[in-house]
């Protein structure tokens, strides 16, 4: 358990950076664990209404991997979908792939991150301590 333990703490301390959504990647550079147990950790801290899901498009077009929107649910059409940097096209045909070209990110809910400031009034809203530190992302 103290693995879980490990990866609520690294969340508890992002929740209060001044950054809008992060990757699974990130606190599992951060701790250490497997990508699938945070993974697996952040959707369950979905379900306590900690955090929130989204599903980030990005574009599959060659150097692109742009990311062309951000959505709660996996339900878009990829049809109706272009990539105005390098021009590609979702067809029809790519509605059953969508799984290729999402990947989760993650919000801190509102209400958690006020609850959290309360509970640590000494943590200041700006970026802690981030200077020299390596694993950002
Ligand atoms: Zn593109």
């Not at 979702?90 to 959290?116: A, H, M």
Request: net charge positive.
């Amino acid at each position: 358990m103290a693995l879980v333990w490990k990866i609520d703490e690294v969340v508890n301390e992002i929740a209060l950076w001044p950054i809008k959504r992060f990757y699974p990647t990130l606190i599992a550079k951060r701790t250490g664990i497997s990508l699938d147990a945070v993974f697996t950790r952040l959707l369950e801290l979905t379900k306590d209404q900690k955090l929130c899901v989204k599903w980030e498009l990005r574009c599959p077009g060659d150097n692109c991997a742009r990311t062309l929107l951000v959505i709660d649910e996996k339900t878009i059409k990829l049809r109706d979908v272009f990539c105005q940097y390098c021009g590609h096209d979702f067809c029809e045909e790519d509605d059953g792939d969508i799984y290729e070209y999402i990947y989760p990110v993650f919000e801190v809910c509102k209400d958690y991150k006020e609850y959290l400031r309360k509970v640590n009034p000494s943590i200041k809203k700006k970026q802690p301590l981030m200077i020299g530190k390596k694993h950002l992302n």
